[in-house]
């Protein structure tokens, strides 16, 4: 039986994604509700996520319909604002999202608000990284929004000094109920393909913009929601709304 082909794919995805909504919609409100407070109260959500988890963050922010006070927290921050050499950061023996006890360092180099919310993704959940920034920004005193594979994070161990895993430090914990390893489909032999966190996380970052917008709608305040350029009188708005959050935000 050839276990590659598009309609096993889709049955798969669309089996995938039901188990996500049936499974997780709770979830996913309440990590609305966190931003949104934060949001309203004119803080700021900071989202990080190592490797392809990148993809969280972009799908989140500077694009038409996107809400401003997202923040994508990206690793080459590292570099780019002259922490480590981009050989070090490149270093293959040292993977850099690995690393535990750095993470203070990247906090340090935002405007980061009290009131402010993380959103922490990583499908594994186990390295350096990404556990270090969620003890920092505990430490500090923000809410923590995690995503992760609860079935591959289970499956491993940590790589991270403490022992701890990503999921253990979450306020709220959204399993993107993909499996261990990512990739979805069974080929015949060993190897799998298709990883699928990264369609996961998309449908998770849209279903968080639609809560936190409804809260918005229903509170009669404002949204704070990046207009399409294409439209010549949005350009004012969205430069308004823009200057309002200078320096917290990629913009």
């Known amino acids: 039986m050839n276990h590659i082909t598009m309609e096993v ?11 996500l909504q049936n499974q ?4 996913i409100k309440e990590a609305s509700k966190l931003c949104y407070e934060s949001m309203k109260d004119d803080g700021v959500v900071h989202i990080f996520g ?7 963050g972009m799908e989140c922010t500077g694009r038409a319909g996107s809400l401003v006070p997202f923040h994508m927290i990206e690793t080459s921050d590292f570099v780019t604002k002259g922490l480590y050499s981009l050989a070090e950061f490149k270093d293959p023996d040292n993977i850099f999202e690995r690393r535990p006890n750095i993470a203070d360092k990247l906090y340090d180099l935002y405007d980061i608000r009290p009131q402010d919310v993380f959103i922490i993704i990583s499908n594994s959940g186990i390295n350096g990284l990404v556990i270090d920034l ?20 289970l499956a491993e161990p940590s790589r991270h000094p403490s022992k701890k895993k990503l ?15 990512d990739a979805l489909l069974e080929t015949g032999n060993i190897e799998k393909i298709c990883s699928v966190s990264s369609i996961t996380g998309i449908y998770i970052a849209q279903s968080l913009t639609v809560e936190i917008s409804r809260m918005f709608k229903e509170s009669g305040i404002e949204l704070p929601l990046l207009y399409s350029h294409e439209v010549e009188n949005h350009l004012e708005h969205n430069q308004e ?10 913009a």
């Open 241 to 250: 709304l823009l200057a309002k959050y200078k320096g917290r935000i990629n």
């Open 167 to 181: 999921y253990e430090l979450g306020d709220v914990v959204i399993d993107n109920c993909g499996p261990r390893g």
């Open 24 to 27: 997780e919609m709770k979830n």
């Open 50 to 56: 190592s490797g392809h988890s990148v993809g969280f």
């Open 134 to 153: 969620a003890l920092t920004a505990k430490a500090k005193g923000h809410k923590i929004i995690v995503i992760t594979s609860m079935q591959h994070t």
């Open 9 to 19: 794919f889709n049955e798969a995805l669309k089996k995938l994604v039901q188990t």
